[in-house]
């Protein structure tokens, strides 16, 4: 039965690949050395950890140092944000509505702190404005933090305007790009970001395991006291089979990426117009941007019935898809990116997510779209 289950909430999380596990594996039971012993059993779990950076590190062209292995994305939010914004106290930060919840919650930290951030509103498609931003910019301004590609519909930000911007003002521009790789360049030597956060689990590695890409000459305060790791950026002992296992997810992901791009806009139209032959195009909405959105994530509405009972009847159909950031998943609590985004109450109560992965097949997108249409009639006939 678990088998003819379809994941189709890559999104959330991913399974770790085959390949991952395997890199994984010796450094559980053989090269089990902490990295700050001397000894060979230390050594060798260093030159492990010194090879996996400089492996990420050659994929973003971004130096090896300029990498910090953290906990996953909420770290690395949150490492970026309070390592920047330190003496909180009249201080100003910018950034928008539609952010993760470990961008918005930490921002509110910094309010209770005494520092004031504006929340830049997005559009119908969910898609800040560069000049929204430069009208923000105030001499206080210490951290600009917009992420790569939302998480929940998909949307792509102009980062190259919003990072160039930063850089006139001299202010630090933190990315959130945990949905990013493999799905949207990321090549540091050419985009205008300062600070980049990333996780594994997103892109079929280990959960617990990301990084904060630091750009040489950022000013960073570790928020973590202890040991001396990550060049004092981020004590603990550190997790050396998680960090080879992402740095081998993150050579897959970034692995033919035009190819599988090609592949998921196929797999989305497919989706869309096989929904539309089957229901017609008024009974669904597609949320986000219609161009620029990250490959994998297809956010639609079903006007009329409830995300949760969608969810609920597709699951128990065989489907595991969502209606969000994973977050949000468990209340009922109306999306925080919908609303932002203005849509329709119904629209926005209504609102699923589909996220696919690159071995997403044909066939269970076609599987998905009957599934839709049955609990769609049943349903709306009640
Ligand atoms: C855009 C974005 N930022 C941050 C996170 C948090 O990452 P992690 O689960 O690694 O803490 C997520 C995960 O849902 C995300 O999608």
């Known amino acids: ?23 994984m594996q010796p450094y559980f039971i053989e090269m089990y050395g902490n990295p700050s012993s001397i000894h060979r059993f230390g050594q060798k779990a ?49 950034t928008s509505t539609v952010e993760h919840h470990a961008v918005l919650h930490v921002c509110r930290e910094l309010e209770r702190l005494g520092c004031e951030v504006t929340y830049l509103p997005v559009n119908e498609q969910g898609m800040v404005k560069p000049e ?35 850089r006139e003002h001299g202010i630090p521009f933190h990315v959130d790009a945990v949905q990013a790789p493999g799905n949207a360049e990321l090549l540091l030597s050419r985009l205008p970001v300062d600070l980049m956060s990333l996780s594994a689990h997103k892109i079929r590695g280990p959960k617990g395991i990301g990084a904060l890409y630091v750009r040489r000459g ?36 970034c692995e033919q990426t035009t190819r599988k791009h090609t592949w998921l806009a196929s797999l989305r139209k497919l ?12 009974s669904f909405v597609v949320n986000g941007h219609p161009q620029h959105h990250l490959p994998h994530i297809v956010n639609i509405s079903f006007p009329g019935i409830r995300a949760e009972t969608m969810l609920m009847n597709l699951d128990l159909e065989g ?22 985004m203005s849509l329709p109450e119904s ?17 269970e997108i076609l599987k998905i779209v009957k599934k839709i249409e049955t609990i769609y009639h049943r349903l709306r006939i009640k």
Not at 347 to 363: C, G, H, I
Request: hydrophobic letters at 40%; one cysteine or more.
């Open 1 to 23: 039965m678990e088998n003819e289950f379809i994941y189709i909430d890559h999104a959330a999380t991913t399974p770790v690949h085959p390949d991952v596990l395997q890199a």
């Open 46 to 94: 260093r030159q492990a950890i010194d090879a996996s950076r400089t492996r990420i590190a050659g994929l973003l062209s971004c130096a090896a140092d300029e990498l910090v292995f953290t906990s996953g994305g909420t770290e690395s939010n949150n490492l970026a944000i309070r390592g920047t914004v330190t003496d909180s106290l009249g201080k100003h930060v910018i």
């Open 132 to 166: 929204d931003v430069r009208a923000a910019i105030r001499e206080q301004t210490a951290l600009i933090s917009i992420m790569y590609g939302n998480n929940e519909v998909g949307t792509l930000q102009p980062i190259e305007e919003i990072g160039t911007l930063a």
């Open 218 to 253: 950022t000013q960073l305060q570790s928020q973590l006291f202890g040991g001396s790791q990550e060049r004092k950026r981020r004590a603990g002992t550190e997790n050396v089979a998680s960090i080879v296992g992402f740095a081998t997810a993150m050579e897959l992901a």
């Open 271 to 282: 989706l869309i117009d096989r929904l539309i032959e089957s229901m017609g195009s008024d």
């Open 319 to 340: 489907i595991a898809a969502s209606s969000g950031s994973a977050c949000s998943a468990g209340s009922l609590e109306p999306s925080h990116v919908l609303r932002a």
């Open 347 to 363: 629209v926005q109560a209504s609102a699923v997510r589909f996220s696919m992965a690159y071995d997403t097949t044909e066939k």
